[in-house]
């Protein structure tokens, strides 16, 4: 979803207020004259309601079993804490992680209480917990802004090479739910999004998708690129090269040689920092949905507060290596540079 499109549907649905924008100035002049130390909140913040999954996609540290962070769900009462505390400043919500929010059992609950401070909220599912009414009804009372659908093939055997125990045709059944639901109760949220990781053995069937797109009738499909390890050993990088797209208009990396390099220049900036932070289940603050493991973990909203964490000396000495030298940071090297994840065309 582009941003002109998120700020739009700010201003219709009345998400925008002085205090909100004057938070976001503040951040972003912090930003301008490289100030490590912030006297604002975050604008956006990435909640993880749980790293558990039902797929075992084989790029994901959740699903190929390589994540290293203890699994849990976030109990409802600390969703609601920080919602609490952060929730007037806060202009958008990404609702996922490293796991399936969908699996939280209070997820409907958790988006109604902070729609009330008047957030945008998008949620990204793999797509396989609409085939009860009930809970496509849920969705939809909700409010929830932005519903994501990842649906990485227009087949069942395309889908499966990636979404390992995907079932193509429940997920479309889903999708065809959600949009007949919405018709029936005149809704316009939430906005259906079907998300496509382009891949190698998936980009053949990008005008498939895109067919399958209109003809259900979601409001947009998104090209995104795929995240590649680029730092790893010989016998991984050749696995991710065969996930590697040949066009190169659906990658973000070219092959070099023996390796793979990113196409884009690495530049001494992250406005992620500044305007942005991650929640992960357990109340641990990261810089971002890079760090899948935390190992730069800045402090525990749920030991302290949110503020003290977000001017923590650990989270300070972060965004000051970012300013000096962001690639003597690993992680940090194979950044798509944006917010919002990098999509065709970007």
């Keep these: 979803m582009k941003k002109t499109q998120i700020l739009f549907q700010l201003v219709k649905e009345r998400e925008l207020s002085f205090k909100k924008l004057f938070n976001l100035s503040k951040s972003i002049l912090s930003l301008k004259i490289k ?9 956006i913040v990435m909640i993880e309601p749980t790293n558990f999954c039902n797929l075992n996609c084989p790029l994901c540290p959740t699903g190929n079993k ?12 600390n969703f609601k804490r920080i919602i609490d505390e952060l929730g007037d400043y806060l202009l958008n919500i990404t609702l996922w992680n490293y796991g399936e929010p969908l699996l939280h059992k209070d997820i409907y609950e958790m988006i109604s209480y902070a729609k009330k401070k008047r957030i945008f909220i ?41 979404r390992v125990g ?23 949220l939430p906005i259906i999004e079907l998300q496509f990781i382009v891949m190698k053995h998936n980009e053949h069937e990008v005008d498939k998708l895109k ?37 190169e208009e659906y990658s973000r990396y070219k092959s070099v040689e023996a390796k793979l390099e990113r196409k884009n220049i690495i530049k001494n900036k992250c406005t992620r920092l500044w305007v942005s932070s991650v929640i992960n289940w357990n109340g641990d603050v990261v810089p971002c949905c890079y760090d899948a493991d935390g190992n730069f973990t800045f402090g525990n909203m749920f030991e302290t507060s949110f503020k003290e964490v977000w001017n923590s000396s650990k989270y300070i000495a972060f965004r000051r290596k970012i300013l000096l030298n962001k690639t003597n940071i690993p992680m940090c090297s194979n950044c798509p540079g944006n917010l919002f994840g990098l999509t065709i065309g970007e």
Excluded: W
């Design 35 to 43: 100030n490590p130390r912030l006297n604002s909140y975050p604008s």
């Design 122 to 162: 998008r949620l990204s599912t793999n797509g396989h917990f609409f085939d009860k009414k009930d809970n496509v009804k849920k969705l939809i009372s909700s409010r929830l802004d932005n519903l994501i659908i990842c649906l990485d093939g227009a087949s069942q055997e395309t889908l499966s090479k990636y």
């Design 211 to 247: 067919q399958i797109a209109k003809e259900i009738g979601v409001d947009k499909l998104t090209l995104k690129t795929a995240t590649l390890e680029i730092e790893t050993s010989k016998k991984e990088l050749k696995k991710m090269k065969n996930f590697l797209p040949s066009k």
């Design 66 to 77: 390589s994540l290293k962070r203890t699994k849990g769900y976030m109990p409802p009462e």
């Design 166 to 188: 995907a079932n193509f045709e429940q997920i479309i059944n889903g999708i065809k739910s959600v949009v007949e639901e919405k018709k029936k109760l005149r809704s316009n």
